[in-house]
């Protein structure tokens, strides 16, 4: 990836609807440049596609939290994310250094919801123990781009 794809993506950070012509007068190429360039970024996993960004508050899921899983005994990534997908409120999960074997952020849409998805959560076969850090405020959050 050299410096005019950093700039390619940028501008689709930015904002993803943008025509190849408006990014490719950014960058000074030609539209159909612009384009193999994203094909290529594309193909090779650079960029993994284009979405919408929804407010998870203004859907009625406002309500979030961080949940440190510890699990019983040795147990691999893959048998955590199988057990962790059929779970409707789990929008991401991560493996981890540290005491807990993975952290869960959980969406719900309100302390009530919340509880019941911890409650689920909590009752899976591989669940030794939960930790729970209920979100009061979103502070800052940004999409990656290529200069980080």
């Known amino acids: 990836m050299n410096t005019i794809d950093q700039r390619i993506v940028s501008c689709l950070v930015a904002n993803a609807r943008s025509s190849y012509a408006e990014i490719g007068k950014v960058v000074g190429l030609s539209a159909p440049a612009v384009k193999r360039r994203v094909d290529r970024l594309l ?6 596609g284009f979405t919408a960004v929804v407010d998870p ?19 691999t990534p ?11 409120e789990v929008v991401a999960a991560y493996t ?17 919801h919340l509880e019941t998805a ?7 076969e591989i669940v030794d123990r939960t930790v729970s850090t209920v979100v009061l405020s979103r502070l800052l959050e940004r999409p990656p781009t290529p200069e980080q």
């Open 118 to 124: 911890l409650e689920r959560l909590r009752g899976l």
């Open 78 to 88: 893959a048998r955590i994310r199988a057990r962790l997908e059929p779970l409707p």
């Open 43 to 48: 193909e090779t996993g650079v960029l993994r």
């Open 96 to 112: 981890v250094s540290g005491a807990a074997d993975a952290i869960v952020h959980l969406r719900a849409a309100d302390i009530h």
């Open 57 to 75: 508050e203004a859907l009625g899921w406002g309500t979030e939290a961080f949940v440190e899983v510890t699990c019983q005994g040795n147990i």
